[in-house]
């Protein structure tokens, strides 16, 4: 891929320039140019006021598709033992607020075998249309055959906008159907509004390690894909509405994949589920070591909660790695998040910014944390929390 400057529509604004972070961009006689140091970033082409720069892919044809003809959001179910994922549901609230804003469908599509006795519980959350794929191989996943059969559905109904969650199985098909359709797919968004001007759906995730916050859209590609974290978007509350249903049953046999399931291992020890955990506490850089965490583990232990941590107390070997929160670890939405010597990096943010009540603890008074939290105590936490302790202490010893 190459940026391309088309050279009549330039006017020498510099406005390129100036955006660019890497300097690999400079004017000549008054013609913006693209040099060697370029690193595909994009922000020039958002930055062009007179859209004279542009993405230009060198192994196909730029092709120009009609995008009225694609109509709709769809949601891609994710299931595993006959239960559908919470993920899936929490897309579903969101792409009703999306399509509603287009005034399009909403479509749940599920590639299954076993869903006929489900599909009416299903239809209480709010789409208009059920798309049943069902096939008895579909009872578990397999990569290939999800490619292909949701290429051909979105090759055949054109789709708008599609909607995944960012889990593993999602994160296996997901880009392989974007590269098939030539589409454009935005991973780990925590946020998901349209243009309706453009219909463009703008996806923000972070970047940078966490440290900003991008925007993305495709405004010459469709669909436009993404993938959502658990935890990112509320449940749909139930309604009763009349949903339409369609099967369509596929007659793959085992030797139409290529590869096969020999056996499907559950877990192989016990794992953390900080995503249903009512309460939480957790710790960051500002606990000081592993021995001090200990303190965090006690207030977790009174509270009955589960205990969390930030990137830097995985990386430094405070906590294990199945119980880190942020971008690179789990999306948690408790009742009560109590953030220890936390600072508030985007990167943690993003996993614990849906949290009902978010309590902050740290010495530093401008720590990002306390723009996110509902209650903030300023002060060392390994005197604020030893005092925490005894008094949730006396609250049990009352009751």
Same mark, same amino acid.
């Given at each position: 891929?190459?940026?391309?400057?088309?050279?009549?529509?330039?006017?020498?604004?510099?406005?390129?320039?100036?955006?660019?972070?890497?300097?690999?961009?400079?004017?000549?006689?008054?013609?913006?140019?693209?040099?060697?140091?370029?690193?595909?970033?994009?922000?020039?082409?958002?930055?062009?006021?007179?859209?004279?720069?542009?993405?230009?892919?060198?192994?196909?044809?730029?092709?120009?598709?009609?995008?009225?003809?694609?109509?709709?959001?769809?949601?891609?179910?994710?299931?595993?033992?006959?239960?559908?994922?919470?993920?899936?549901?929490?897309?579903?609230?969101?792409?009703?607020?999306?399509?509603?804003?287009?005034?399009?469908?909403?479509?749940?599509?599920?590639?299954?075998?076993?869903?006929?006795?489900?599909?009416?519980?299903?239809?209480?959350?709010?789409?208009?249309?059920?798309?049943?794929?069902?096939?008895?191989?579909?009872?578990?996943?397999?990569?290939?055959?999800?490619?292909?059969?949701?290429?051909?559905?979105?090759?055949?109904?054109?789709?708008?906008?599609?909607?995944?969650?960012?889990?593993?199985?999602?994160?296996?098909?997901?880009? %392989?159907?974007?590269?098939? =359709?030539?589409?454009? $797919?935005? +991973?780990?968004?925590? &946020?998901?509004? @349209?243009?309706? *001007?453009?219909?463009?759906?703008?996806?923000?995730?972070?970047?940078?390690?966490?440290?900003?916050?991008?925007?993305?859209?495709?405004?010459?590609?469709?669909?436009?894909?993404?993938?959502?974290?658990?935890?990112?978007?509320?449940?749909?509350?139930?309604?009763?509405?009349?949903?339409?249903?369609?099967?369509?049953?596929?007659?793959?046999?085992?030797?139409?994949?290529?590869?096969?399931?020999?056996?499907?291992?559950?877990?192989?020890?016990?794992?953390?589920?900080?995503?249903?955990?009512?309460?939480?506490?957790?710790?960051?850089?500002?606990?000081?070591?592993?021995?001090?965490? %200990?303190?965090?583990?006690? =207030?977790?232990?009174? $509270?009955? +909660?589960?205990?969390? &941590?930030?990137? @830097?107390?995985? *990386?430094?070997?405070?906590?294990?790695?199945?119980?880190?929160?942020?971008?690179?670890?789990?999306?948690?939405?408790?009742?009560?998040?109590?953030?220890?010597?936390?600072?508030?990096?985007?990167?943690?943010?993003?996993?614990?910014?849906?949290?009902?009540?978010?309590?902050?603890?740290?010495?530093?008074?401008?720590?990002?944390?306390?723009?996110?939290?509902?209650?903030?105590?300023?002060?060392?936490?390994?005197?604020?929390?030893?005092?925490?302790?005894?008094?949730?202490?006396?609250?049990?010893?009352?009751?």
């Amino acid at each position: 891929m190459s940026i391309k400057i088309d050279e009549e529509l330039c006017t020498g604004c510099a406005s390129c320039v100036k955006t660019c972070m890497y300097d690999a961009i400079e004017l000549d006689n008054n013609i913006a140019k693209v040099l060697p140091s370029c690193t595909l970033c994009r922000a020039c082409i958002e930055a062009c006021p007179e859209e004279a720069i542009s993405l230009e892919r060198d192994d196909i044809k730029a092709q120009k598709i009609d995008l009225s003809q694609y109509k709709g959001v769809w949601v891609i179910a994710e299931h595993y033992k006959k239960k559908i994922q919470i993920v899936s549901l929490q897309l579903l609230g969101k792409g009703r607020e999306l399509a509603d804003l287009l005034q399009v469908n909403l479509s749940f599509v599920i590639l299954g075998s076993d869903f006929d006795d489900k599909l009416e519980e299903l239809s209480l959350y709010g789409m208009d249309e059920i798309i049943y794929i069902k096939s008895p191989i579909l009872k578990d996943y397999y990569s290939d055959l999800y490619t292909k059969i949701i290429t051909e559905l979105v090759l055949k109904n054109k789709p708008e906008i599609i909607l995944i969650g960012a889990t593993p199985t999602g994160r296996d098909f997901a880009p %392989r159907v974007a590269k098939r =359709l030539n589409a454009g $797919l935005t +991973a780990d968004c925590t &946020g998901l509004e @349209i243009n309706l *001007e453009t219909r463009d759906l703008l996806q923000t995730r972070p970047t940078y390690g966490g440290s900003i916050m991008a925007t993305i859209r495709t405004p010459s590609s469709r669909p436009q894909m993404a993938t959502v974290r658990t935890g990112i978007f509320s449940m749909p509350e139930k309604v009763k509405k009349k949903v339409s249903i369609r099967k369509i049953e596929y007659e793959f046999k085992e030797k139409d994949s290529v590869s096969k399931i020999i056996k499907i291992i559950s877990k192989t020890k016990h794992s953390v589920n900080l995503e249903d955990a009512k309460v939480i506490v957790a710790g960051g850089r500002g606990v000081g070591s592993r021995e001090k965490f %200990r303190i965090i583990e006690e =207030l977790a232990e009174v $509270l009955d +909660a589960e205990l969390g &941590g930030s990137r @830097i107390t995985v *990386e430094l070997n405070w906590l294990d790695p199945d119980r880190q929160i942020g971008q690179t670890g789990k999306t948690v939405t408790p009742k009560l998040y109590i953030a220890c010597g936390i600072s508030g990096a985007i990167q943690h943010i993003v996993g614990m910014q849906n949290s009902e009540i978010v309590v902050a603890i740290n010495k530093d008074p401008n720590a990002p944390i306390f723009n996110w939290a509902h209650y903030g105590i300023v002060g060392d936490l390994h005197e604020i929390v030893p005092v925490l302790i005894q008094e949730f202490k006396k609250l049990k010893f009352e009751e």
